[in-house]
């Protein structure tokens, strides 16, 4: 089956400083990725998803970048706020298949 | 306007008795899931329905079940709760399996 694998687990950045989280995945059929975002006791929410047909998205600060050839996918947030720190789950889903979550990235941003 | 919905929100059960919890969507999404979260883990599917097609995940301890019985309402039962059920319980729905999951807020389940 499915195994999504995320780095780092921890990211610390300063203001107005860009973070890059990544992920790789294990089955080439996989062909959706969204990721997630979990603020301190407050549900998931989609911040952004990709395709396996586009090989990068962006919605204002917020990209995705999707390399098929070596499975891996990465978060790329730009202008970092306080308000961008929350746990970041990437996830992989196939066809007919529930979307595995990577484990998540802890991202503090301080002012 | 709440889209999805979980009740209750907070319930403390004792060791072995059964509980119930419940989750209902305004989405009409085909797909209802449900999710064990421990702290500073990721959600962990438990079963998902695609319609009335029920999906057990392989790891998922027979002590859950779960219930769909119309297309807006969704039940997790836990028969016989153990200390290490205790956990946050997520559902979420989605129109298909590769479309964005809309999550509830969630019911934190204590099991003394």
């Known amino acids: 089956g499915e195994n999504v694998e995320q780095h780092p687990s921890t990211l610390s950045v300063q203001e107005g400083d860009s973070a890059v989280i990544k992920c790789t995945y294990s089955?080439?059929?996989?062909?959706?990725f969204p990721w997630y975002k979990q603020e301190l006791g407050k549900r998931p929410q989609l911040i952004i998803d990709i395709r396996s047909n586009v090989g990068e998205k962006k919605d204002q600060r917020i990209a995705v970048t999707l390399n098929k050839t070596a499975k891996h996918f990465s978060l790329h947030i730009t202008e970092t706020q306080p308000e961008d720190s929350a746990v970041y789950f990437c996830a992989a889903v196939q066809a007919g298949t529930a979307l595995i979550f990577g484990k998540g990235t802890t991202l503090s941003v301080s002012s | 306007d709440a889209m999805v919905i979980q009740n209750p929100r907070y319930q403390v059960t004792q060791f072995g008795k059964p509980v119930t919890l419940s989750c209902s969507q305004t989405l009409n999404h085909n797909v209802m899931y449900w999710y064990q979260q421990k702290s500073s883990q990721a959600p962990k599917l438990l079963f998902h329905y695609y319609d009335k097609d029920f999906n057990n995940e392989a790891d998922t301890p027979d002590n859950f079940q779960s219930r769909r019985p119309n297309t807006s309402f969704c039940f997790l039962d836990i028969r016989s709760p153990g200390l290490g059920d205790a956990a946050m319980y997520l559902c979420?729905?989605?129109?298909?399996?590769?479309?964005?999951?809309?999550f509830g807020p969630g019911t934190r389940l204590t099991v003394t």
């Open positions: 089955d080439s059929a996989s062909n959706y």
């Open positions: 979420a729905t989605s129109r298909d399996m590769q479309y964005e999951q809309y």
